[in-house]
C-alpha cells in the first residue's frame, strides 16, 4: 500500500511559478514509476507529465512542454512537478499517481494509487 499526499498548489497570476510535491508514504515509491494528472471542473482528468521508476525518462503534456519540468528524488520518497509561466488553462485539481512499473502511462486506469489533489488556480 502506498499513500499519496500532494503539496504546494494555490493562487498565482499568469506568468508565475509554483512547485507541486508529492510526498509518499508506505512501500518505497522508489518500485513506482509515478504521473501526474489534473482535472479541471466539467473535463476529464488529463495526463500531465511522467517519470520512470530511475527517473531517468519523463514525458509530458505537449502544452506543458518547455513550461513543467517533473522529477523526484527516491532517497525523500518524493516527487515534484516545478511549474513554469503559468496559463489560466492550467488551472485544475492536481493529481499524483503511482504505477507499480518501471515506466510512467498516459492513462490513469493503469496506476495504483492516487492522492487527494492540490488545486491550482492560475488568475489572468
Known amino acids: 500500500q502506498v499513500q499519496l499526499i500532494e503539496s504546494g498548489g494555490g493562487l498565482v497570476q499568469a506568468g508565475g511559478s509554483l512547485r507541486l510535491s508529492c510526498a509518499a508514504s508506505?512501500?518505497?515509491?522508489?518500485?513506482?514509476?509515478m504521473a501526474w494528472f489534473r482535472q479541471a471542473p466539467g473535463k476529464d482528468r488529463e495526463f500531465v507529465s511522467g517519470?520512470?521508476?530511475?527517473?531517468?525518462?519523463?514525458n509530458y503534456l505537449d502544452s506543458v512542454k518547455g513550461r513543467f519540468t517533473v522529477s523526484r528524488d527516491n532517497g525523500k520518497n518524493t516527487v515534484y512537478l516545478q511549474m513554469g509561466n503559468l496559463r489560466p488553462e492550467d488551472t485544475a485539481l492536481y493529481y499524483c499517481?503511482?504505477?507499480?512499473?518501471?515506466?510512467?502511462?498516459?492513462?490513469?486506469?493503469?496506476?495504483?494509487?492516487w492522492g487527494q489533489g492540490t488545486q491550482v488556480t492560475v488568475s489572468s
Open positions: 499517481a503511482a504505477r507499480n512499473n518501471i515506466y510512467a502511462s498516459t492513462d490513469a486506469k493503469n496506476y495504483d494509487y
Open positions: 508506505g512501500r518505497t515509491s522508489s518500485n513506482y514509476a
Open positions: 517519470i520512470s521508476r530511475s527517473g531517468r525518462t519523463t
